[in-house]
């Protein structure tokens, strides 16, 4: 995890603490009533050389 979030454990205690006061429902309830609309990250797809491939343009 990096630095800037500070130590591990206090960031599991934290998202433990939100899960069990529910702030993570009510988050996904708030964007299901917005109509906002999450996007799964099997669905996102990179450019070929965002991999490193070469080819032409």
């Not at 109509?35 to 080819?55: C, F, K, N, P």
């Amino acid at each position: 995890m990096h630095e800037r979030y500070g130590k591990w454990n206090s960031v599991y205690v934290r998202f433990r603490r939100w899960s069990e006061q529910g702030v993570w429902d009510a988050l996904l309830e708030t964007l299901v009533d917005d109509r906002q609309h999450m996007i799964d990250s099997t669905l996102v797809r990179g450019h070929s050389q965002a991999a490193g491939a070469e080819g032409d343009f």
